[in-house]
């Protein structure tokens, strides 16, 4: 018997708040469940154990829709893997920052 592993995460998409970011996750087996929860810098959790999509055998995805007032810095995107096996996490880290405001001044 295998051990569900979590090949790796991936987070994609603009750094800047407001816009949405895709996690993607790839695991080495079909697990039983498989969660992303995303904490702020603040360690407020935003998204917990939010279940993931399947995109095709072994990659699993979840579209994170940001706003524009959510605290910039460090994000960390968990992935958790469960199995009959147990479980598997990983961490990914992407920094985010708010959108400024460009208007020429006159």
């Not at 816009?19 to 080495?28: E, F, G, M, T």
């Not at 360690?43 to 279940?51: C, F, M």
């Not at 994000?75 to 990914?92: L, M, N, P, Q, W």
Request: net charge neutral; glycine share 4%; with cysteine.
């Amino acid at each position: 018997m295998n051990l569900i592993d979590i090949k790796s995460v991936a987070v994609y998409g603009g750094e800047v708040l407001g816009s949405s970011i895709k996690v993607l996750a790839r695991v080495n087996q079909t697990p039983s469940s498989i969660t992303v929860t995303i904490e702020a810098p603040s360690t407020d959790k935003k998204i917990t154990a939010a279940s993931m999509t399947k995109e095709s055998p072994n990659f699993y995805y979840y579209i994170f829709a940001s706003t524009s007032d959510y605290e910039e810095g460090n994000y960390c995107f968990r992935v958790t893997a469960t199995d009959s096996t147990g479980s598997c996490i990983k961490e990914e880290f992407k920094r985010l920052v708010r959108p400024y405001d460009l208007r020429i001044l006159e």
